[in-house]
């Protein structure tokens, strides 16, 4: 059974920083791509960072390049997130995708099979 179980957010005020984990069991883990997500109130899942199957590329869109960064030690993912702003307030999954080894991670949520409980980041102003 493939589990993935994500930590570390928080209460931080703007220009903070925060780490999230996520640790991954149940599948080899570095076979899939992983990304992280994130979903605030009445707003759709949206893309926040992914990393290739093969730990060598990554992938973010321009409203968090150059502030966060994603990377992974054995079964665990990070998500390294500084200079945070009160938009970046969210609940945030990690997730990883159906596919296995696919070239470039997608930024679309349905192509993930599996994704964590979510943690809550706020960001106050």
């Known amino acids: 059974q493939v589990q993935l179980e994500e930590s570390g957010g928080g209460l931080v005020q703007t220009g903070g920083s925060l780490r999230l984990s996520c640790v991954v069991s149940?599948?080899?883990?570095?076979?899939?791509?992983m990304a992280w997500f994130r979903q605030a109130p009445g707003n759709e899942r949206e893309f926040v960072a992914a990393?290739?199957?093969?730990?060598?590329s990554t992938y973010y869109p321009d409203s968090v390049k150059g502030r966060f960064t994603i990377s992974r030690v054995q079964n665990t993912v990070y998500l390294q997130m500084n200079n945070l702003k009160p938009e970046d307030t969210a609940v945030y999954y990690c997730?990883?995708?159906?596919?296995?080894?696919?070239?470039?991670?997608?930024?679309?949520?349905?192509?993930?099979?599996?994704w964590g409980q979510g943690t809550q980041v706020t960001v106050s102003s």
């Open positions: 997730a990883s995708e159906s596919s296995r080894q696919r070239n470039v991670p997608p930024r679309e949520p349905e192509h993930y099979a599996y």
């Open positions: 149940g599948r080899t883990f570095n076979n899939y791509n």
């Open positions: 990393l290739k199957w093969n730990g060598l």
